[in-house]
């Protein structure tokens, strides 16, 4: 086994148990805690395939910001908070997820046993293409108008709040 194929697998079961862990915790901060090990490892991924913008932006929006403001809501209603719903309909909405996820693992099941013909294969790619050099290049080149109406009015809601 190679490097590559152990710090995949590495980062594939970081991710699966982390998955797991937001979804089945019992405390939000343990789920919140199970998320953010799911983003880095996530991020870890993207550096695996060469894309160091993707795992940057991952780390900053998600890991930064979005957990961070789990946490902050958490930290306001309180680690107990309830939702006020009545058992039997908690029960009912829990053994929809479980059935709706045992619907799609078939149907993923059934596409990966019978497909949808032969895979296509894609053209040779760049050695820079989704750098963040290539990324910044295309965002100011062909972007550069969208980029700076969306910087102002980030400020003026940061301003306004």
């Given at each position: 086994?190679?490097?590559?194929?152990?710090?995949?697998?590495?980062?594939?079961?970081?991710?699966?148990?982390?998955a797991v862990s937001t979804v089945a915790a019992k405390n939000p901060i343990?789920?919140?805690?199970?998320?953010?090990?799911?983003?880095?490892?996530?991020?870890?991924?993207?550096?695996?395939?060469?894309?160091?913008?993707?795992?940057?932006?991952?780390?900053?929006?998600?890991?930064?910001?979005?957990?961070?403001?789990?946490?902050?809501?958490?930290?306001?209603?309180?680690?107990?908070?309830?939702?006020?719903?009545?058992?039997?309909?908690?029960?009912?909405?829990?053994?929809?997820?479980?059935?709706?996820?045992?619907?799609?693992?078939?149907?993923?099941?059934?596409?990966?046993?019978?497909?949808?013909?032969?895979?296509?294969?894609?053209?040779?790619?760049?050695?820079?293409?989704?750098?963040?050099?290539?990324?910044?290049?295309?965002?100011?080149?062909?972007?550069?108008?969208?980029?700076?109406?969306?910087?102002?009015?980030?400020?003026?809601?940061?301003?306004?709040?």
């Amino acid at each position: 086994m190679s490097v590559g194929s152990l710090f995949f697998s590495v980062c594939a079961l970081v991710a699966l148990v982390g998955a797991v862990s937001t979804v089945a915790a019992k405390n939000p901060i343990r789920g919140a805690v199970g998320l953010l090990a799911t983003i880095v490892a996530i991020a870890a991924l993207f550096l695996k395939l060469a894309a160091q913008f993707l795992a940057a932006i991952q780390l900053i929006v998600y890991a930064g910001a979005v957990v961070v403001l789990f946490v902050f809501v958490i930290m306001l209603l309180g680690p107990d908070a309830n939702t006020g719903g009545k058992p039997a309909k908690v029960s009912l909405w829990r053994w929809g997820g479980a059935s709706l996820l045992v619907l799609l693992a078939g149907a993923a099941l059934f596409v990966t046993r019978n497909g949808f013909g032969p895979p296509v294969l894609l053209g040779p790619v760049r050695a820079d293409y989704g750098s963040t050099e290539a990324v910044g290049g295309l965002l100011f080149r062909h972007g550069l108008v969208p980029f700076e109406i969306a910087t102002a009015l980030l400020i003026v809601a940061v301003v306004g709040a």
